[in-house]
């Protein structure tokens, strides 16, 4: 790196040797704690690389640019309102977007056009994670959206299939796979984000739990958390015969966590299945495939409130004291919706 210069809110980053239309993957834009933005790219010829933006306040913060080599104009960092502000948070979510490259831009354009502050990106995101083509694609159909918009990437089991150490999770957001547990502020929710990979990682089984329980127990507005694997669900992958079974421990530790602090949402993907399920107060969304094959039914949810075989984006808007959600699919039509008021 050549050096960088920040002026007020520009961030400029000079690259040696870097010129225009230099890029394999643009700027893309993620967290991995509450303390820092990663501004994460690819100049053709070498490896992604990363910088860290710190942030100066705990929760939010206002807009900002940045400029690479390479790039003729400064890009906007979009802004996230802060805990107590007037704002209300505007949040995008989905999940499974594999070997999803048209229905990727589309939702990408639907965020855009809902003016989403973040956007979660709930596991799955590519088929094979070895292909090095698929995350440049990936990050290809989301160019713009992740250019001004700070995504918050969470793991899933694909992310570690033909990459069994998940090494390209690493080369793609610079931090392991181990790691792939963080809170962040946004807005008035706290969100928890949460690797429940124990298939491919039985360590996180009990890896992140005392961590959890100490972030579950600060007060908050509004408390999500997010991990790729649903508790409960009617896909046929929540059948006795079906060799992997994430939601058993998740229901036996994590569950009870969940209602003990008095979680509000959990927002899940996978079974390539919309469903909203409530129990015990909590809703637990699990968004439809954005990409990939649509999921197969045959389980049994005594939970649920909704299914639809459907591909789907689900948008947030948040305030202190009051929360809607719209599912939304590819012809923008609402599937369902929550209204929810404290």
């Known amino acids: 790196m050549g050096g960088m210069l920040v002026l007020a809110s520009l961030l400029f980053l000079n690259i040696a040797g870097a010129s225009k239309d230099t890029f394999q993957i643009k700027p893309y834009l993620h967290f991995h704690n509450n303390q820092s933005i990663n501004v994460s790219w690819q100049y053709k010829k070498a490896q992604p690389e990363h910088f860290t933006i ?14 690479l080599s390479g790039m003729k104009l400064p890009q906007k ?21 594999q070997e999803g490259f048209e229905t990727n831009q589309a939702f990408g354009e639907m965020i855009e056009s809902f003016d989403s502050h973040s956007v979660v990106l709930g596991g799955d995101i ?23 918009r700070v995504l918050v990437p969470v793991i899933g089991n694909h992310e570690y299939r033909g990459d069994s150490d998940a090494k390209n999770w690493e080369k793609y957001f610079g931090f392991n796979a181990n790691e ?28 992140q739990l005392k961590w959890l329980e100490e972030e579950l127990k600060k007060p908050a507005p509004w ?7 649903p508790m409960f669900s009617k896909s046929i992958m929540h059948m006795s015969f079906y060799w992997r079974k994430e939601y058993l421990p998740l229901r036996q530790y994590y569950l009870p966590l969940f209602e003990k602090h008095k979680v509000d949402v959990v927002l899940n993907g996978h079974s390539h299945i919309y469903e909203h399920s409530l129990k015990d107060g909590i809703h637990y969304i699990t968004t439809g495939a954005a990409g990939g094959k649509f999921g197969k039914e045959g389980g049994s949810n005594p939970f649920e409130i909704k299914s639809a075989l459907d591909r789907t984006l689900i948008q947030f808007e948040i305030g202190l004291t009051a929360l809607r959600m719209n599912a939304i699919n590819l012809d923008g039509k609402t599937i369902d919706d929550l209204y929810l008021r404290k």
């Open 223 to 229: 408390k999500f958390v997010v991990f790729h694997h």
């Open 126 to 148: 590519i088929q094979n994670a070895d292909d090095d083509d698929e995350w440049k694609a990936l990050f290809k159909a989301f160019e713009k959206t992740l250019s001004q």
């Open 54 to 67: 710190p942030l100066d306040q705990a929760c939010g913060f206002e807009e900002k640019f940045y400029q």
């Open 77 to 97: 960092i979009k802004s996230i309102p802060c805990l107590g502000g007037s704002e209300t948070l505007r949040l995008s979510f989905l999940a499974d977007t």
């Open 180 to 207: 792939a547990f963080y809170s962040i502020w946004l807005g008035p929710v706290k969100l928890i984000v949460l690797s429940s990979n124990f298939e491919d990682d039985p360590s996180m089984v009990l890896r």
